[in-house]
């Protein structure tokens, strides 16, 4: 298996290759599956034996390195490696405890010239995130529910490759309700109401029930029109 600087979390896709420690040559050339396996049948290295190396798809400079050798015909050698890659994960949920399905999560970060790179992590139903190989230093977070609008930024600074990031984003929202009435006084229902928010850019759209009420739930903070 290949995984991370953390020593737990799986490289997936990540170049594998298997050389020949006297010369040099390439024996055999793969990838990780997405739990970081790799596996090589039919290898034949010579008396000084083999080099496995995984070598980093975003930056061919980070890799991980190991030897070995065979004893006899058919022997199973198993090597981990373990490469220097940070783990950047953590889940996104509302403040009353309700997870985010799939969020839109961004991790950019800016170098010395002022490029922007941007990592787009992996999520799940449960309003899960994971990335592997962001570089050390500062980057910007941004975790958004497409559904609402409602995101979040934050900056951390990664240190240590061998200690995962976990960053559990929290969003904040309110409610907005009431009544609407005709000009007589009287509520109106089944009619429809919109709610736009300035701070996000984006529109809710309901409707009153049969006594002329709505309800906004998930409504940024800051400034909003009914």
């Given amino acids: 298996h290949v995984v991370a600087g953390d020593g737990l979390t ?34 034949s290295a010579g008396p000084q034996g083999f080099k496995v190396r995984a070598t980093s798809i975003l930056n061919p400079a980070i890799f991980a390195e190991q030897t070995g050798s065979f004893v006899s015909n058919g022997d199973l050698v198993t090597i981990d490696l373990t490469m220097p890659l940070s783990v950047v994960k953590g889940t996104v949920s509302y403040s009353d405890g309700t997870v985010v399905p799939f969020p ?43 559904n609402t609008g409602i995101i979040s930024t934050s900056t951390v600074t990664l240190t240590d490759v061998t200690q995962s990031a976990v960053l559990n984003v ?34 809710l759209f309901g409707s009153t029930d049969s006594l002329g009420a709505y309800r906004f739930t998930r409504v940024p903070l800051g400034p909003f029109t009914v």
């Fill in 170 to 203: 929290v969003l904040l929202s309110g409610t907005v309700g009431g009544m609407v009435r005709d000009s007589n006084g009287n509520p109106v229902p089944f009619t429809q109401v919109a709610l736009a928010t300035t701070g996000v850019s984006f529109n």
């Fill in 104 to 146: 839109t999560v961004v991790i950019s970060q800016t170098d010395s010239f002022g490029n922007v790179t941007t990592f787009l992590p992996v999520t799940d139903a449960n309003g899960g995130f994971e990335i592997v190989g962001v570089p050390l230093g500062n980057f910007t977070l941004s975790a958004q529910d497409s």
């Fill in 10 to 43: 799986p490289v997936t896709a990540t170049q594998v290759e298997v050389l020949d420690v006297s010369t040099g040559i390439q024996l055999a050339l793969g990838g990780t599956d997405s739990n970081g396996f790799y596996r090589f049948n039919g290898i």
